[in-house]
């Protein structure tokens, strides 16, 4: 017995403690220049100090028209301009105060890196020292034990009977041994202790560091955006004054302009007349030969999460501002939400520029539908392409200054409208209702659809209890903590484990939660899914913790999965005949469904898309992907 407990700690030491897969790398925010980028910044600041001179330089020329002052038509204009100028100074404020942010949090990641090297090289020495003092006494105790039957050897008692019986006999020596062993144990988990603690304080670092370091992207990009607006509309106002007067005219009627290019397209395609570049009737016949089963709502939604609808259909304010009426509804989403198809088609045409104008995407579908995206920040996708519902076509715009979001308009959002004939029809006459996250934003009649939705849904999860955090990532940690194991309750592990994908994070974890209830059910002791298959179609074992978390991402981007954007298309529940990830005709579906609605905070309908950006190994076969989306991942923050 002795003998087999002298191995069994060798044995748990030679395995020791690993905690390297918790440590992510920060290689993105170690290759950030902070003086580079606060130098940029100052640059863009003295651009538009610049540009205020010119404007104030443009009142001078507008008051010399003979009566000393400005036109209200200009005022309206001006103010609207220095409202882009006050809006840029106050976001180059708080991307200094970000800058600030995440260079401190450089050196503290510098700082918790050494603390773990040091725990690390701590942990090691110890060990050593373990290692050769239970080597000694594993050598001692052989010199009285036979080594094939674990019994005491005469011959090897009356050698050693000299010198082994008064060190094994002697109590005093024995348990000296025994408190150094105990010591060292306890040096070798303080060490790990150690470890532990500088890992997590590393990883937290390492997230704030990185939501900074995203936040402070987004906000660069927009005063980019912005910069170039104000660079535009001061070279249009540079021009002669009946130049500058229809200049005027023609970006406040911007509106009402494309709601009448709309409708001129709109009765062009009722009568059959394509005024495109490619060929519309072969484009047909590909999308006719999709094999697209029934579907429980005709159209899916284009953007989520569904927090409120700014506008309605018919709105009385939105015809009394504009001039024209509300023909769909204006959903309020922050600035670069992924916004999808809401059913397979073709791109009929789509705008997608840098110029002060709306940027927007028409999608024709079968049987005379035709549906409209406005004020998109960016499209992914090119005139002749066909799309499949769910597939991501673009990003939501609308904030003022930005690409996309026309002259004026009020913020974020994005306008969907649906068509049946060159007919306007209310969108949410065919949508889900029950996808709304708060039903008390909705109008009467509206809130009574949204339960008959709600009960209306081929699978239950209507009694499910929602996480109860604020936000996504509060709710995303709530549920990590009550269902993960070890390292899968760690949300940076989630982050790793998506990275370099296009794939929702919370749809992995809820895959991950489906096959093995997060490290609670495996077969093998570093696997999720027991398996994983590659671009051949091949079942193959996957070794590491993060491999396997990794499995689930990569799958969805392979030959056989890459062209599908729903969950819905990932089951034989909803895939009778062609490829799948899960063979579960229902199962798996519900339980993916019900962790997401869990971690979202809404009811996640059967066809929710799953990819936030193009799939990368989808380029150049019917996804435009262009180079500044490809860079990184679009992930965004709750409103």
């Not at 302009?257 to 495109?276: E, F, S």
């Not at 003022?400 to 306008?415: D, E, M, Q, V």
């Amino acid at each position: 017995m002795k003998k087999r407990l002298i191995s069994g700690i060798i044995i748990s030491l030679s395995i020791g403690f690993s905690h390297g897969q918790l440590i992510s790398d920060s290689e993105e925010i170690d290759n950030f220049d902070v003086n580079s980028a606060v130098s940029n910044i100052n640059d863009l600041k003295w651009s538009v100090e610049s540009i205020t001179k010119e404007l104030f330089a443009l009142d001078d020329k507008e008051r010399d028209n003979g009566s000393g002052s400005i036109s209200d038509k200009y005022r309206e204009t001006r103010n609207e301009i220095v409202s882009i100028i006050n809006n840029i100074n106050t976001t180059t404020e708080k991307v200094n105060t970000l800058l600030r942010q995440v260079s401190a949090y450089k050196k503290e990641i510098i700082n918790a890196r050494d603390e773990i090297k040091d725990s690390q090289t701590g942990a090691v020495i110890t060990k050593q020292y373990m290692s050769d003092f239970i080597n000694f006494i594993y050598k001692l105790d052989n010199k009285l034990y036979n080594q094939t039957d674990n019994k005491i050897d005469d011959i090897k008692l009356i050698i050693n009977s000299d010198n082994i019986p008064r060190t094994i006999a002697n109590d005093y020596m024995i348990q000296s041994m025994i408190v150094q062993l105990n010591n060292l144990i306890s040096n070798l988990y303080a060490n790990e202790e150690d470890q532990l603690d500088s890992i997590k304080k590393y990883n937290k670092l390492k997230v704030q560091a990185q939501n900074d370091l995203l936040e402070y992207e987004t906000d660069l990009e927009k005063l980019q955006q912005k910069k170039n607006y104000l660079v535009q509309f001061l070279w249009l106002y540079k021009k002669d004054k009946l130049a500058r007067q229809q200049t005027i005219t023609e970006l406040f009627e911007s509106t009402k302009w494309v709601h009448d290019k709309i409708q001129d397209l709109l009765k062009d395609v009722k009568k059959w007349i394509y005024k495109v570049d490619f060929s519309i009737n072969k484009k047909l016949k590909e999308l006719e030969n999709i094999d697209n089963d029934s579907e429980a709502y005709p159209l899916a939604w284009p953007i989520y999460p569904i927090y409120d609808i700014e506008t309605y259909f018919w709105d009385i304010n939105f015809q009394k501002q504009y001039g024209i009426p509300s023909l769909g509804i204006q959903i309020k989403a922050t600035q670069g939400v992924p916004v999808y198809a809401a059913r397979d088609g073709i791109v009929y045409y789509s705008i997608d520029n840098d110029n002060i104008g709306i940027n927007r995407t028409m999608l024709m579908h079968t049987d005379g539908y035709v549906s409209v995206y406005e004020y998109l920040n960016r499209t992914v996708v090119k005139a002749g392409d066909i799309v499949r519902r769910g597939q991501l076509i673009g990003y939501s715009g609308g904030e003022p200054g930005t690409r996309g979001a026309g002259f004026i308009y009020k913020g974020p959002n994005l306008s969907f409208m649906i068509f049946k004939d060159a007919v306007a029809l209310d969108p949410f006459d065919i949508l889900d209702a029950s996808i709304v996250k708060d039903k008390s934003v909705l109008p009467d009649g509206y809130q009574i659809k949204y339960l008959r939705d709600k009960y209306a849904r081929p699978i239950d999860i209507t009694a499910l209890t929602l996480m109860t955090g604020e936000t996504l990532a509060e709710r995303e940690y709530q549920f990590l903590k009550l269902y993960g194991v070890g390292v899968y309750k760690n949300s940076q592990f989630r982050e790793d484990a998506t990275k370099g994908t296009n794939i929702d994070k919370d749809v992995v974890i809820c895959i991950a939660f489906a096959e093995s209830t997060l490290g609670r059910y495996l077969t093998t002791s570093n696997n999720i899914g027991n398996v994983g298959n590659n671009d051949r179609g091949d079942r193959v074992a996957i070794n590491g913790v993060l491999a396997g978390a990794r499995a689930i991402p990569l799958t969805l981007n392979n030959a056989y999965l890459g062209n599908y954007h729903t969950i819905k298309q990932l089951s034989r529940y909803g895939n009778k005949d062609g490829k799948i990830y899960a063979s579960s005709p229902i199962n798996w579906q519900t339980n993916v469904l019900k962790c997401l609605s869990q971690i979202k905070g809404y009811y996640i309908p059967e066809d929710f898309p799953f990819r936030v950006w193009p799939n990368p190994n989808k380029s150049g076969s019917g996804e435009y992907i262009s180079a500044d989306i490809l860079k990184k991942i679009a992930t965004k923050k709750d409103l």
